[in-house]
C-alpha cells in the first residue's frame, strides 16, 4: 500500500468523524473505529474500512488491529486513540464503581491498544501515537473528577512513554483540546443518571441549580470560545505529518489561557478561578 496508514477511535461522531474525514482528504488509509456496530456499519457505507473497537472490551481491541495489520501487510503509520465520555458529578457523590467504568473506557483501554501497536511501530521504526487529551488533562474543574482523573492520567502515562520511546522513531503525542462541538455533554447523561443519586447528596441545590441546568437545558448556540471539530483536525494533520511533531498541541484558546496560568500562579490563584 502507498498510502500512509491511520487507526481512528470513536468515529461516530464529533472529534473521530472529522478526524477520518480530514486524513481521507490528505490522501491518507483510514481505519475509522466505532464502538457500536451500527455506527460501523454506516462509515462503511461512507467508504471507510470501520472496525468495531470498544475500549471496554480487549478482545475488541485485539481483533480489530489484526484486521487491520492483515489489510495493510503488518504495518500501521499512526493511531488516534479518541473515544471518551464523562461521568458527570461531584468527586464525594462518585462511586468507586463509576470511576472503574470510566477508567476502563478512557484509560485501560487506550493503553490495551498503545501496547499492542508498539511492537509493529517499533519494528517498522517509525510511528505516531496520539492521544486525544483534553484542557482537563493539566487544570481541573468541579463536577468533572471523573473525566479530570481519566485525562490527567492520561497524560502522566503519555508522557513517560515519550520519554522511554526516545531514539525508536515512534513518537507519542498529546493534543490537548479544550471546548469543542461535540456529543460529549449529551452522551454523559446516561452514566450521570446511573452513577449519581444527587436527590440525596449534600449538595443536592448545586446540582439543581447549576449541573443539572448544564446538563439537561437547551443550548442557544454554542458555548463561548467552542471550535468546530475541524480545529482538532488541523493539529492532528501537524502531529502525524510533520517530521519533528510537537509533544503536546493545544487547542482553542481556554486552553491557552489554561496553560499560561498554570504556569504563572500559584495553586490558590488557580483554584480560585477555576472553582468559580
Not at 509493529?120 to 517509525?126: D, E, P
Not at 484542557?135 to 471523573?146: H, I, K, S, T, Y
Not at 492532528?236 to 500562579?265: D, N, Q, S
Request: proline content about 6%.
Amino acid at each position: 500500500m502507498n498510502k500512509p496508514t491511520i487507526l481512528i477511535t470513536g468515529c461516530s461522531s464529533g472529534i473521530g468523524y472529522a478526524a477520518a474525514y480530514g486524513l481521507r482528504a490528505r490522501g491518507w488509509q483510514v481505519y475509522a473505529a466505532c464502538r457500536s456496530e451500527l455506527d460501523c456499519a454506516r462509515l462503511r457505507d461512507e467508504g471507510f474500512d470501520s472496525p468495531r473497537i470498544d475500549y471496554t472490551d480487549p478482545d475488541s481491541i485485539i481483533t480489530a488491529l489484526a484486521d487491520v495489520l492483515e489489510d495493510t501487510g503488518g504495518t500501521l503509520d499512526a493511531v488516534f486513540n479518541n473515544g471518551a465520555h464523562a461521568t458527570p458529578g461531584a468527586v464525594e457523590d462518585l462511586p468507586t464503581e463509576a470511576l472503574r467504568e470510566i477508567f476502563e473506557a478512557n484509560f485501560f483501554g487506550w493503553h490495551t491498544l498503545t501496547r499492542a501497536i508498539i511492537p509493529i511501530m517499533r519494528a517498522q521504526g517509525h510511528g505516531r501515537i496520539v492521544q486525544c487529551s483534553s484542557v482537563l488533562g493539566f487544570v481541573a474543574q468541579p463536577w468533572r473528577g471523573a473525566y479530570n482523573a481519566t485525562k490527567f492520567a492520561l497524560e502522566g502515562l503519555t508522557d513517560t512513554l515519550r520519554l522511554e520511546m526516545r531514539g525508536t522513531g515512534v513518537h507519542p503525542i498529546l493534543i490537548e483540546p479544550g471546548p469543542i462541538t461535540s456529543k460529549i455533554r449529551a452522551n454523559s447523561i446516561p452514566h450521570f443518571e446511573r452513577w449519581i443519586d444527587w436527590e440525596n447528596s449534600a449538595r443536592a441545590e448545586q446540582y439543581e441549580t447549576d449541573l443539572a441546568v448544564r446538563l439537561y437545558g437547551e443550548k442557544n448556540g454554542p458555548d463561548k470560545f467552542e471550535l468546530p471539530p475541524e480545529a482538532v483536525v488541523k493539529k492532528l494533520i501537524h502531529a502525524v505529518e510533520a517530521k519533528k511533531p510537537r509533544p503536546r498541541y493545544y487547542v482553542t484558546t481556554p486552553t491557552r489561557i489554561a496553560g499560561v496560568l498554570r504556569r504563572l500562579l500559584s495553586t490558590r490563584m488557580l483554584d480560585r478561578i477555576l472553582s468559580r
